[in-house]
């Protein structure tokens, strides 16, 4: 999705108060506040659902992140926007989202954007034959995981899964990598 074609995002002072809206390109090149949810989802197996990012998104190509998960858009809330996402990318519905928590991150990319945001954390559980639809313009592919695999996987290539996935692990589900 471009840009033009993507709707505002909520922007929000340093303590998540809404405070406005811009376009995400604005958001970055000025380093504000915005919104994001992540989505995790397990199964009754105790394995965890990533998402291998596509090679065309505008942050973290091509590497592994969360299940789902996306900006808040203007006009919505944090949990409407996890249920959307994951609806969105992977075409899971009406399933109960478990929030975990929140936390604020801020980076400054290579390329000079930079990434103020607070990040969201929610937890599906879904039966382990669920018929997943992949949104493929946004994910190249998903994989279960179980703790050890992951965790063998973190360490040996870290540089492959996102800042935020990587975080959220410590904070959430120590099991999948200490």
Not at 135 to 149: G, I, K, M, S, Y
């Amino acid at each position: 999705m471009t840009d033009s074609t993507y709707p505002p995002v909520v922007v929000v002072d340093e303590h998540d108060r809404e405070i406005g809206t811009a376009m995400l390109a604005d958001v970055w090149k000025r380093g504000l506040y915005h919104r994001i949810v992540s989505v995790f989802v397990l199964d009754h197996h105790g394995r965890m659902l990533l998402q291998l990012r596509g090679p065309n998104v505008k942050i973290y190509p091509n590497c592994w992140d969360q299940a789902a998960g996306g900006h808040v858009d203007a006009g919505f809330t944090y949990d409407q926007t996890a249920a959307a996402e994951l609806a969105e990318e992977l075409g899971i519905q009406d399933v109960s989202l478990k929030q975990l928590g929140t936390f604020r991150t801020n980076n400054m990319l290579a390329d000079g954007r930079i990434i103020n945001q607070f990040e969201r954390v929610y937890v599906a559980t879904v039966p382990p034959d669920s018929n997943l639809r992949l949104q493929t313009d946004e994910l190249a592919r998903v994989q279960w995981f179980v703790p050890a695999n992951l965790k063998a996987h973190i360490s040996q290539q870290p540089q492959t899964f996102t800042p935020g996935l990587l975080h959220a692990l410590h904070a959430y589900f120590p099991e999948y990598v200490l």
